[in-house]
Structures are given as C-alpha cells and as structure tokens.
C-alpha cells in the first residue's frame, strides 16, 4: 500500500523566504510527528499531532516554525524568514494510533531536503 | 535528561563476517525501544520494536534484544545490501510517543 509520502523532496530557499512543506500521511493514521535531521545525526522530535489536534509543539526550534493539520490527515510544516541554521532534511512520520501495542510504530516519509542559501 | 547513545559510529565488515550494533540508553520509563534502517537519501524504514528486558526479535539476518540499559542488533552473515545507517530510539513514559533518536551507526559491508 501507499506509504507516507512528502513534498516537495527537495526545496532551496534565500534567506528569509518563508517555506512550506507537505505531509501525507499513511490514509487512516492518527498519529502524525515531524522530525528534523541534520546531517551525520539521528532525527529529532519537532511536533506531534493526534488527528487534527496538536498536543507537543515542544520540539519546534522557534516561533518561526509553524505546523497544521487542520483535517486531520495532510499537515504542513512552515519555516518564515529561513535562516541558514534552517538547512536539514525535515521527515513526516505516521502511526495508526496512539497507544502502545500493535500499530504504534511509526512509518517515515522520504524526507524533505532543505537548502537555505 | 532521556538519551540514546550508539556505537560504534561506523562498521566495515567483510561479507558474512557477524557482528552486533550498541545502543545505551537513559529514559525515564521506557515505553518501548525502535530499530530503524536508513539509506541514503531515504526516511527510516521500521525494522523493530522492543518493550521489555529479555525480549528478542529477528528478521532475516537481524535480530534485536533488549536489556535494562542497553539493546544490540546483531547480524548474522551479513550481504552488502546490508549496507546502511542503523538508528536506535526510545519512547519515553509520560510523553506523547515522540521518538528520541541516536546518531546511528554507519554500517558498509563489502564483497
């Protein structure tokens, strides 16, 4: 089946221009989370949404970073005013529920390289 | 402070010459540990989820185990499509099931 996939895969930026970066998620999952990986390192946690509700912002590096569900499905990820510290892939992940046991894992998109000249 | 520390940072094996992956970890109340491959220019693909010590998994030429501080990978004979970053990472108790990454091991195998 359809995994998650995200766009665009690829995306440079000047400086200060505002970003947006989409994720669809795997069709029925609640759970959706997007990391930020830098290279050479481990991802790490930006925010968590269960549905359309976003219940941990707490990994967001600043409040130039913004990220929506509003229905419950595609989310997207804005970046205003990028700043090259801004540069790093930037990975959706999915999960069917929020639980532990069966279906907890979480499923990976294919990234989305940000390049901020 | 949770964190997932992983070594060694790259592996070269010869094909079908075994060996294991480390990965230590502090978290306060593990709700479960993730073994994940990455290639490159590919998001993490799930490989493994343990919840408790003494727990085991295997898949193929994989297999995880888990103890109180620390899980290995192990692989068995490996191929050269083996090849990849291994990530471990934790989900700690009281959170909302974010993911708390190492930096990965960097694993080549090679003909």
């Known amino acids: 089946g359809a995994g998650v996939s995200q766009s665009p895969r690829y995306k440079v930026a000047k400086r200060g221009q505002d970003v947006a970066l989409r994720c669809d998620p795997i069709?029925?999952?609640?759970?959706l989370f997007w990391y930020q990986q830098a290279l050479g390192q481990g991802p790490e946690f930006l925010t968590y949404?269960?549905?359309?509700?976003?219940?941990?912002k707490s990994g967001l590096p600043s409040d130039r970073f913004f990220a929506e569900r509003p229905e419950g499905s595609v989310s997207t990820l804005k970046i205003q005013r990028t700043q090259q510290e801004d540069s790093a892939v930037y990975l959706c992940?999915?999960?069917?529920?929020?639980?532990?046991?069966?279906?907890?894992?979480?499923?990976f998109g294919p990234g989305t390289r940000l390049t901020v000249t | 402070e949770d964190q997932v520390t992983q070594s060694p940072e790259a592996l070269r094996l010869q094909e079908g010459e075994s060996s294991s992956l480390n990965c230590s970890y502090t978290?306060?109340?593990?709700?479960?540990l993730f073994w994940y491959r990455q290639d490159p220019g590919k998001g993490p693909e799930f490989l493994f989820t343990?919840?408790?010590a003494g727990e085991e998994k295997e898949k193929e030429r994989l297999k995880a185990t888990l103890t109180k501080k620390e899980s290995f990978l192990h692989i068995t004979a490996p191929k050269p499509e083996d090849s990849a970053t291994y990530l471990c990472?934790?989900?700690?108790?009281?959170?909302?099931?974010?993911?708390?990454f190492g930096a990965g091991t960097r694993l080549a195998v090679h003909p």
């Open positions: 992940a999915s999960s069917l529920n929020a639980g532990r046991g069966e279906g907890y894992e979480q499923y």
């Open positions: 069709s029925g999952h609640v759970s």
């Open positions: 949404f269960q549905n359309e509700a976003q219940l941990d």
């Open positions: 978290v306060s109340g593990l709700r479960g």
């Open positions: 343990l919840y408790s």
């Open positions: 990472a934790v989900q700690a108790g009281g959170g909302y099931n974010k993911l708390i």
